[in-house]
């Protein structure tokens, strides 16, 4: 069966510095993968998707870069945060066909 | 650009009673519609997905309707538990084929009272 791991769980930055996101997707080949961000009141926003290794897609521009260097890895990147980059980030993936999106469990970030 | 909309935002009900929570989108070209749930602090689980071309899913006690043509779904859940204390949310997949993720809505934020 399929899996989905994202970490950590939780951090805690400072305003400025540097950030590395990762999720992993076990049990399948060639996922859709997506970057989302939830931030209190505004629902779940798209930041970035991925259809294959190197290609990434962003939907809104901001202060943060995805990467794919495998097939089933996905790193969501910072190079210094801001206080706006705070928020509950969620990693998720999908088949080709149309089919249910996974989620990980999700990292709650706070930049202070 | 497609816009999600769900009503209420938030529903508070007696245990055993059924309910049902409202979505709506602006745009009906969709490929499919989900409904997920979400614990606090916690990823969202997909509960059902309806294809553009179906008009309903059912899983246990839940069941979910899509009328695309008039940009609506429902979802209904018989029974209610406490456990289904959560905040659920709807979101569609647009028809452009691409694989550019899904619109959600804000959720509704459900609470089963004991």
């Known amino acids: 069966s399929q899996t989905i791991h994202q970490w950590p769980a939780t951090l805690v930055q400072p305003v400025g510095s540097p950030l590395s996101l990762e999720c992993t997707v076990e049990g399948t080949s060639n996922p859709n993968l997506y970057w989302y961000r939830q931030a209190a009141g505004r629902g779940l926003q798209l930041l970035f998707y991925s259809v294959g290794i190197g290609q990434i897609s962003s939907e809104v521009p901001q202060n943060l870069s995805a990467s794919r260097p495998q097939d089933r890895q996905f790193i969501l990147s910072s190079k210094k945060l801001l206080l706006s980059d705070s928020g509950f980030y969620l990693c998720?993936?999908?088949?080709?066909?149309?089919?249910?999106?996974?989620f990980g469990s999700g990292t709650q970030l706070s930049v202070l | 650009k497609q816009e999600v909309t769900q009503i209420p935002a938030a529903l508070s009900v007696p245990e055993g009673e059924n309910l049902v929570l409202n979505c709506s989108f602006t745009?009906?070209?969709?490929?499919?519609l989900q409904w997920f749930r979400q614990d606090p602090g916690k990823g969202l689980t997909s509960l059902l997905l309806?294809?553009?071309?179906?008009r309903e899913q059912t899983s246990g006690r839940l069941n979910a309707s899509l009328d695309k043509s008039s940009g609506r779904s429902t979802l209904y859940i018989a029974a209610s538990q406490p456990g289904d204390s959560a905040t659920y949310l709807c979101a569609v997949e647009g028809s452009g084929g691409g694989a550019d993720g899904l619109t959600f809505g804000k959720g509704t934020h459900l609470i089963i009272q004991p």
């Open positions: 309806i294809q553009s071309s179906q």
């Open positions: 745009d009906s070209a969709i490929y499919n």
């Open positions: 998720a993936w999908t088949g080709t066909g149309g089919e249910k999106l996974f």
